[in-house]
């Protein structure tokens, strides 16, 4: 059995903590929370601590918080020489304390409070500062899912990036269709279709050979039409940006 300590309350932070309880190789000692209620109701009372020094002995320690707050954290960790990670896909292992060892255990997903989620497709993301480190967060990684990388930290925040592109600002897009339908009194389902065979599409081609729409034809009516209709300044400028990004690649 991997014993684990879980610090942190958040969202990512709640669903680790619910995944990794139902791992038959792992055993969730105990989680970190400044605010013990946040976590209530997912574990028993005397599984939470508010409190540094009661944190208990375990093979590892995971740091599941804010970017910004990872560097605090792992300071005030009251041991030493203990592998310690933290979940950001940001921030470089020298984010961490160097009192303990070092490591980041990074699931790659977009998680949302409330909503579960299974871990068994979504990519874990390590490294470690020597290979028995390593071999332990491959140990754990595998317990949950059936993807497990190794990835440096140069390499995980170009995948962050890109992972922002390909989902919260694609979600933001969502959004703003959403709200389009909306002022116009169309049920934004009826483009369900159409974004899941977009996301679909993908799984076969490249990006840039799925590509359709006016921007790719070069449609200027079409276009000009667009930007008639879209009275949002926001909006027109953002059609007009990606419109030239698409026709951009294009010719690449």
């Not at 116009?184 to 993908?202: S, W």
């Not at 076969?204 to 008639?228: C, F, M, V, W």
Request: hydrophobic share 40%; with cysteine; charged share 20%.
């Amino acid at each position: 059995m991997i014993k684990v300590v879980l610090i942190g309350s958040g969202n990512v932070a709640q669903h680790l903590i619910q995944v990794l309880l139902q791992a038959k190789e792992v055993d969730l000692v105990q989680a970190f929370a400044r605010n013990p209620i946040h976590l209530s109701h997912l574990l028993p009372e005397d599984k939470i601590t508010s409190d540094y020094h009661k944190i208990t002995e375990a093979d590892l320690y995971i740091i599941s918080v804010s970017d910004n707050a990872i560097a605090e954290v792992s300071a005030q960790l009251p041991f030493e020489n203990q592998l310690v990670v933290h979940t950001s896909g940001t921030s470089a292992l020298s984010a961490l304390n160097d009192k303990n060892r070092k490591g980041v255990f990074y699931p790659l997903q977009t998680f949302t409070k409330g909503k579960e989620i299974d871990f068994a497709p979504i990519p874990i993301c390590l490294e470690a500062e020597n290979e028995a480190d390593y071999q332990l967060l491959e140990k754990l990684g595998n317990c949950i899912s059936q993807k497990v990388v190794r990835i440096n930290s140069e390499q995980r925040k170009s995948l962050h990036v890109a992972a922002v592109f390909v989902c919260n600002f694609v979600n933001h897009l969502y959004q703003i269709g959403n709200e389009i339908c909306e002022e116009n009194n169309v049920p934004f389902d009826v483009l369900h279709p159409l974004i899941q065979e977009t996301a679909h599409k993908i799984m076969e081609l490249s990006p840039k050979e799925a590509q359709t729409g006016p921007a790719l034809r070069n449609d200027t009516k079409t276009i000009e039409k667009h930007l008639d209709f879209l009275e949002n300044p926001e909006y027109k400028n953002l059609y007009q940006l990606l419109t030239q990004s698409i026709q951009h690649v294009k010719k690449l």
